[in-house]
């Protein structure tokens, strides 16, 4: 899981780049203005009584007193307009009629809203046949300023005195047209305000002349627009206004986007918005710029002012790019210290949006438009980069977009990822930042694809391309889009990352492995060096998550992941995996849960609940199954996998059954809880083998070099059933399978594989340890109805050994071993040990069966080893034989039987129950209802009935005959032990015995 959060914690990288770089726009946003306090209106009263003076006398050259207005009432009587001057020639030469000339004139016009613009100048040349100015031109040294003063009582004219200009003009030339409502500065122009300061020349304004709102504005050259940003406004010793374009701010501001008028300016060519920070430059370049505001009627264009302090979230940067109309010419700045400074090569436009046209919520907000082949947007200190064919930002939501087309994506760069989706937005108030519904994708990066452009500060260079430096395998790709919460950004820098969503078709892949999801959410947490890091991931709907080792299946899974490991000298190398604090503690899954591991095992659960750590992983639900091709382990309540310790354990009880006929757990996705398959014509017995167990199950997969071992505890029961008419068993308080790899094992496995509970190809059954009053036993009946009496080989004891490979067993310690042969099996003569009936060995060291190449098995069995024999038939018919140790080999099973239908099983001892010989050496005792014989060694063929018995020197063989009280004692004796016959023969015989 560890290496599968990389992609994950770098598509969250990316979005995070994303937000910041659109703090080129955002930031004018988030300074903060407070309103200045303005100085009390002067009334009526107050104001300097006007001079009376004819302006239409010609011959009259006037010059006023100091504080001396001329004044000009509007239709209503309201103060429209005063002047004054230090020199007035009523009738220059060089002008026409009603012309006048004023050398260092200052006009001051009321405008509604109570705003007042000052005019001041050289010279004016003025047409103003009836005192009013109605046209002219200011010449050298042109200023003109705007003032906002507080609200003043109806009928009186604002004061400005005291107050700073929200906006100050400068110029060299500077004409205007009342009646035409034209406006002209021909020649370079700058302006001012407390925030904002702009260049550029050829300004010319139309003005309608019904309300005086402006029709047209064109700035022929804009030379640059610096804004001041928090940081620097908020460094300022007086608070102070802000200027944009906006409503009349002394009247409530509209609530309703249709009561205003809307315009938008546009700026062409070349456009370059640029801010210096601390640590290095944030710049976005395109080919025009849009901006959409409302300005409500206006005597000239920059009347249309408005103090910050009306609306918290006033447009600032974008209304302040709009009235960028009123910029002058001269070189670019370099920008200040937390400044923005926009420029272009082209012109600035303006002009009235229709009513239908589309334009934000609100009258105080505003939207920004810039658009590219492509738009690129650098941030040299955070080393992001983002393309795409246009960026948008809406001040109503505080919304900024990107915007991609067939030609250009969006894309977002760092150094270490690559980013591509159709469209990005941000929500800076909110922290809320994502793409809705469309396809997306990012990579790892081996090389960096900013360092050219961070270099030259050259947004320019930013390739939307992607670069050949892209990690192919370790990505992640979206088709529902990107979900991003954030929280609001502080002075001078995007929020710290909250949390993180991909939507539809998640598909995350790596060279360690893959994620496949609905949705997949990251969230964040300030980690030991401040910034945010992932701390939860969680993956949703048909989830599937694979790396080497296993796939995972669930409805939802969950990783907790470790916050970044401090370093721990200054001098450390840094990783080359850039997400490498990215680390899973835990993680859990739920719903439907399924494992399916590289080896073909699958497992399915409820939960499961992960410690990546430890790597230890725990398995809950009703009935837990553990699956293979063909293997069914079921009825569990818990798996504990431990990974270090390599073991996995089981508590409780459960079922394992084998499978003849394979079932399909390898299919790449969900599948349903397999059960026993159906039988067919060709596997008729499809379960080879169950084991039930009810204290638990261990399983090591670290013994036999990582062949494993299972150890299965109480009351356990395995059964084996090839055939219908077979069927061996092993039984015992305690069960150990020991498995072994193929190259281990040096031959063809008996067993094919089987009773591998966790399951791997070429690992193979080894050994079968029962302990406790364990039991070893094969069944055959004649028939599938199996209503006969069974033909039995069974082995008893506290430890059986049983090799699977080898086919073989063997008892540590006392136990007892059971032969019966019923008379449908073929017996073709009576007698002790070889005829129908029961034998039944006992001894107190050890035994060993093995099988031989032609099929027989040879039981040695050591430690007064005592046999019984009784015949089917007559209960008289009975043996008994005692020996140190005795070897029985059982008869070559006659002819074969039909196994090509069923595959092998374990505890395959196929063969007749029927003993063929025995051999006892030491001691040895045979007894029969007709005679008794002690002897040294004894070897008996049950097939021709013949026994012989031999002694050793100094110990003859002793033979007691029944009703005869004295033995008879020989070097040897040869026994006919048929019940016909019942003859001996003995070799240098000594004594009677009554033969």
């Known amino acids: 899981m560890n290496n599968l959060t990389k992609i994950v914690t770098a598509s969250a990288v990316l979005t995070s780049a994303a937000i910041t770089t659109v703090m080129v726009l955002d930031a004018p946003q988030r300074r903060s203005a407070q309103p200045s306090e303005a100085p009390d209106i002067a009334g009526p009263g107050e104001r300097e009584a006007p001079a009376v003076v004819d302006l239409g006398d010609p011959q009259l050259q006037v010059e006023l007193a100091h504080g001396g207005w001329v004044q000009v009432a509007d239709a209503n009587g309201d103060l429209a307009q005063q002047y004054r001057f230090d020199h007035l020639d009523p009738d220059p030469q060089d002008l026409p009629t009603h012309w006048l000339r004023m050398d260092q004139p200052k006009v ?99 003005l309608n002349d019904r309300d005086n709102r402006i029709e047209f504005l064109r700035l022929q050259h804009v030379d640059y627009l610096a804004m001041q940003t928090r940081a620097t406004t908020s460094a300022r010793t007086a608070p102070q206004r802000r200027v944009m374009f906006a409503s009349n701010h002394h009247a409530p501001p509209q609530s309703a986007a249709a009561e205003a008028h809307w315009y938008q300016v546009q700026l062409d060519t070349n456009i370059r918005i640029e801010q210096t920070t601390v640590s290095g430059r944030r710049i976005a370049v395109g080919d025009r710029l849009d901006v959409t505001f409302s300005m409500d009627a206006a005597d000239l264009p920059g009347t249309a002012v408005a103090s910050a302090s009306q609306s918290s979230t006033a447009p600032s940067a974008s209304a302040a790019l709009a009235w960028a109309a009123l910029a002058a010419a001269t070189d670019p700045p370099t920008p200040a210290l937390d400044e923005i400074l926009v420029t ?82 941000v929500e800076m108030d909110t922290g809320l930042a994502g793409a809705d519904a469309v396809p997306g994708s990012a990579h790892l990066l081996t090389a960096s694809p900013l360092t050219a452009a961070i270099v030259s500060e050259n947004a320019a260079q930013l390739d939307p391309t992607a670069p050949a430096s892209i990690e192919q395998d370790m990505s992640i790709e979206w088709t529902g889009g990107v979900d991003v919460r954030f929280d609001p950004a502080g002075e001078d820098a995007a929020g710290s990352m909250r949390s993180i969503r991909f939507n539809g078709d998640v598909q995350v892949r790596s060279a360690d492995g893959a994620i496949d999801a609905e949705a997949m959410e990251m969230h964040f947490a300030p980690g030991p060096d401040g910034q945010s890091h992932p701390d939860r991931m969680q993956a949703t709907g048909e989830v599937m998550a694979r790396n080497a080792d296993q796939t995972i299946w669930t409805d939802t899974l969950t990783a907790t992941l470790e916050p970044p490991h401090p370093v721990a000298a200054a001098d450390t190398a840094p990783s080359d995996d850039p997400f490498a604090d990215a680390r899973v503690k835990d993680f859990f899954a739920q719903g439907n849960v399924q494992v399916l591991l590289a080896d073909g095992a699958r497992a399915f659960a409820d939960v499961l609940e992960g410690d990546a750590r430890q790597e230890k992983v725990l398995l809950k639900g009703e009935n837990i199954v553990v699956a293979r091709s063909d293997l069914l382990i079921e009825h569990g309540k818990q798996v504990l996998i431990e990974r270090q310790e390599g073991r996995a354990s089981w508590p409780g009880g459960g079922r394992a059954r084998l499978l003849a006929r394979p079932i399909d757990v390898m299919q790449d996705h969900r599948i349903t809880r397999p059960a026993v398959p159906a039988p067919t014509d060709r596997v008729k017995r499809v379960v080879s083998m169950q084991a039930t167990w009810n204290d638990g199950l261990l399983y090591d997969a670290k013994f036999g070099d990582g062949a494993g071992a299972l150890d299965l505890a109480g009351a356990v029961a395995v059964v084996s059933q090839q055939q219908p008419t077979e069927r061996a068993s092993l039984h015992g308080d305690g069960l150990r399978l020991e498995f072994a790899t193929a190259a281990t094992a040096q031959q063809t496995p008996t067993t094919s594989g089987n009773g591998d509970l966790l399951g791997t190809d070429g690992r193979v059954l080894s050994r079968m340890i029962a302990s406790g009053q364990a039991r070893l036993e094969r069944r055959t009946w004649p028939t599938k109805a199996r209503l006969e009496t069974p033909e039995i080989i069974y082995i008893g004891g506290e430890r059986i050994t049983w090799d699977d490979l080898n086919v073989k067993a063997s008892v540590e310690g006392q136990g007892d071993f059971v032969t019966r042969q019923p008379a449908w099996a073929g017996a073709d003569s009576d007698g002790p040990f070889r005829g129908a009936g029961t034998a039944r060995f006992t001894w107190q060291k050890t035994l060993h069966m093995n099988r031989t190449t032609d099929g027989r098995y040879t039981i040695d069995m050591k430690g007064m080893v005592e046999g019984q024999w009784k015949g089917e038939q007559d209960a008289m018919d009975i043996a008994t034989l005692t020996a140190d140790t005795v070897r029985a080999v059982t008869r070559r099973q006659v002819g074969t039987q039909d196994t090509a239908t069923d595959t092998p099983a374990p505890l395959d001892f196929d063969g007749e129950a029927t003993v063929e010989r025995l051999i006892a050496d030491g001691r040895v005792y045979l007894a029969t209802p007709t005679r008794r014989a002690d002897a040294d060694t004894l070897k008996y063929n049950t097939r021709t009935g013949i026994a012989r018995l031999e002694g050793r020197p100094g110990h003859p063989v002793a033979v007691l005959n029944d009703g005869v009280p004295l033995p008879v004692r020989a070097t040897a004796m040869t026994w006919n032990m048929d019940p016909a016959i019942d003859t001996i023969t003995l070799e240098s015989p000594r004594g009677l015995g009554g033969l």
């Open 108 to 206: 001051q016009l009321f405008l509604s809203g109570g705003r007042v613009v000052v005019l001041s100048g050289d010279t004016l040349d003025a047409h103003a046949p009836d005192r009013a100015l109605e046209e002219g031109a200011l010449i050298g040294n042109v200023t003109i300023e705007l003032f906002e003063p507080s609200p003043h009582p109806t009928g009186s004219a604002p004061s400005i005195d005291g107050l700073t200009p929200a906006m100050t003009v400068r110029t060299d030339r500077a004409s205007f047209d009342n009646l035409a409502g034209r406006i002209e500065c021909p020649n370079a122009i700058t302006a001012t305000t407390p925030t904002e300061r702009m260049a550029g020349r050829e300004l010319i304004v139309l």
């Open 344 to 425: 272009c090569d082209g012109p600035l436009t303006m002009v009235p949006l229709a009513d239908n046209h589309s334009h934000p919520s609100h009258a105080d907000a505003a939207r920004l438009a810039l658009h590219g082949t492509p738009v690129r947007l650098l941030a040299t200190s955070d080393r992001l980069g983002a393309v795409a064919a246009s960026m948008q930002y809406d001040t109503a939501a505080g919304r900024i977009d990107l915007v991609g087309d067939a030609q250009v994506p969006v894309v977002v760069m760092t150094d270490d990822v690559w980013l591509h989706s159709e469209q990005l937005w």
